[in-house]
T-cell receptor, first 115, second 112 residues
Framework: DAGVIQSPRHEVTEMGQEVTLRCKPISGHDYLFWYRQTMMRGLELLIYFNNNVPIDDSGMPEDRFSAKMPNASFSTLKIQPSEPRDSAVYFC?????????????FGEGSWLTVV | SQKIEQNSEALNIQEGKTATLTCNYTNYSPAYLQWYRQDPGRGPVFLLLIRENEKEKRKERLKVTFDTTLKQSLFHITASQPADSATYLCALDGTNAGKSTFGDGTTLTVKP
C-alpha cells in the first residue's frame, strides 16, 4: 500500500486566501485524523472521522477551519480565510479499528506557510 | 486537566549506550500507550504499543515499560546508533475510539 497520501506537500499563501489540504487514507482504514504540528503546541488533533462521519471536532481552532470526508478514500481540510498563525505542518492519518489499540499511520504532512 | 509530559530536554548520548526516554501523564487512564518516531520533515511512524495490563514490551533493540501506578512509560533503545537520532513521541489512547493524545516529544541525538 502507498500509505497515507497528502497534497500539497508545501504551500505558501497570502493571508486571507483559502487553503485546501487533501488526504487519501490507507485503503480499508475506517478512521481518519487531521493533526496540526507546531513548535509551540506540538501535535494537536483537530478532527477525526469514523466511517466518513465526523466524531470529534473539538480541536478545530475556530470557524475558519472546516473538514469533510465525502467518501472513504478522500478528505479535505479547508482554512478560509487563512492567517499567519495558521502556519504549521498539517498531518493526515488513518487507522483501522480492530479493538487491539489503534496504530495511527501518518502521511508526510502538508507544510503551510501563510504570509 | 489531562497532561502528557516527555523529557523536557533533548537527550544526547554516545553510540552504544542505552537511551531512556520518559513519558509521564496525569488525569488520564489510558488503555494503550504507543511510541512513535518522527524524523525531520516526515510524519510520525509507529514503533510499539503497550496495553495497560502489560508491564513490558520488546521489539529488537527497543523496550517499553508501562506503570499505571506511577502513570509513566519508559522507552529504551539499547546499543544506540546514530541512525536512532530522531524525535520520539508517546501517545495515549483511553478507549478503542481511536483518538490518541500525543506528548510533545523528546529529541534524541546519538553521537558516534
Amino acid at each position: 500500500d502507498a500509505g497515507v497520501i497528502q497534497s500539497p506537500r508545501h504551500e505558501v499563501t497570502e493571508m486571507g486566501q483559502e487553503v485546501t489540504l487533501r488526504c487519501k487514507p490507507i485503503s480499508g482504514h475506517d478512521y481518519l485524523f487531521w493533526y496540526r504540528q507546531t513548535m509551540m503546541r506540538g501535535l494537536e488533533l483537530l478532527i477525526y472521522f469514523n466511517n466518513n462521519v465526523p466524531i470529534d471536532d473539538s480541536g478545530m481552532p475556530e470557524d475558519r477551519f472546516s473538514a469533510k470526508m465525502p467518501n472513504a478514500s478522500f478528505s479535505t481540510l479547508k482554512i478560509q480565510p487563512s492567517e499567519p498563525r495558521d502556519s504549521a505542518v498539517y498531518f493526515c492519518a488513518s487507522s483501522l479499528s480492530r479493538g487491539a489499540g489503534n496504530t495511527i499511520y501518518f502521511g508526510e504532512g502538508s507544510w503551510l506557510t501563510v504570509v | 486537566s489531562q497532561k502528557i509530559e516527555q523529557n523536557s530536554e533533548a537527550l544526547n548520548i554516545q553510540e552504544g549506550k542505552t537511551a531512556t526516554l520518559t513519558c509521564n501523564y496525569t488525569n488520564y487512564s489510558p488503555a494503550y500507550l504507543q511510541w512513535y518516531r518522527q524524523d525531520p520533515g516526515r510524519g510520525p511512524v509507529f514503533l510499539l504499543l503497550i496495553r495497560e495490563n502489560e508491564k513490558e514490551k520488546r521489539k529488537e533493540r527497543l523496550k517499553v515499560t508501562f506503570d499505571t501506578t506511577l502513570k509513566q512509560s519508559l522507552f529504551h533503545i539499547t546499543a544506540s546508533q546514530p541512525a536512532d537520532s530522531a524525535t520520539y513521541l508517546c501517545a495515549l489512547d483511553g478507549t478503542n475510539a481511536g483518538k490518541s493524545t500525543f506528548g510533545d516529544g523528546t529529541t534524541l541525538t546519538v553521537k558516534p
